[in-house]
């Protein structure tokens, strides 16, 4: 199976909104609303932002919204954040009962 | 609230077999609850490896089908793999996780493994 594709950056000033693509297939993104996005900082380990398409689990800021169209699935970040520096996957569960990531996106705030 | 530890042999080497063990804690491990493995080479990005069933079922990755196994020990609250044949690019940070549902909710802080000679 191939990894999502993600833009491999994106970046913002505070307070900006940036939106981080995710592109898969019809047998991954497209087939279920499936799809979570993680954030992950270096060497720590990936805290889950949105699941299902655009749930946010309890305690994650309203600033992470999350939409799927398609094939592709989108996490957007809103009011951008110096701690929002990080990295994103997105992950889709897959028409063969696997699950495959995406590429990543480091996220810089400028 | 569920806690996860990752431990393992730090080190392998070539052609060898990583075998992982993931300690479940603060959770009666029962019910229909899935687990997985994830890790995330030096550099690069998270690949999913396996995910199992309480109750014994896996599914796995099918870039690693051929040299990985998963298992789940009941009685000591246990979910471990097994990676056979390790070249250099298995190295990478191993984590297990939770599942919510088709989410991983609850990561362990991972345990870095380095294949070499």
């Known amino acids: 199976q191939s990894a999502l594709t993600q833009p491999a950056s994106a970046s913002g000033s505070p307070g900006q909104s940036i939106t981080v693509s995710c592109t898969g297939t019809y047998s991954d993104v497209g087939a279920y609303n499936r799809v979570t996005w993680y954030q992950v900082y270096p060497g720590k380990a990936p805290k889950l932002l949105i699941y299902d398409v655009d749930n946010r689990p309890a305690g994650i800021s309203i600033r992470f919204s999350g939409s799927k169209s398609a094939n592709t699935a989108s996490l957007t970040i809103s009011g951008l954040q110096t701690e929002d520096e990080a990295d994103y996957f997105c992950n889709s569960y897959t028409t063969s009962n696997t699950y495959v990531f995406g590429t990543g996106t480091h996220v810089t705030v400028l | 609230q569920v806690q996860l530890q990752e431990s393992g042999p730090g080190l392998v080497k070539p052609s060898g077999t990583l075998s992982l063990t993931c300690d479940v804690s603060g959770e009666s491990f029962l019910g229909d609850q899935w687990w997985s493995w994830v890790r995330r080479p030096p550099g690069k990005g998270l690949e999913w490896i396996a995910e199992i069933h309480h109750g014994g079922t896996a599914h796995y990755n099918p870039t690693l089908r051929t040299r990985v196994t998963m298992s789940v020990d009941r009685a000591n609250k246990q979910v471990s793999l097994s990676l056979f044949s390790v070249t250099a690019a298995d190295t990478a940070l191993y984590y297990c996780?939770?599942?919510?549902?088709?989410?991983?909710?609850?990561w362990g802080q991972g345990t870095m493994v380095t294949v070499s000679s």
């Open positions: 996780a939770k599942h919510r549902a088709f989410s991983f909710e609850v």
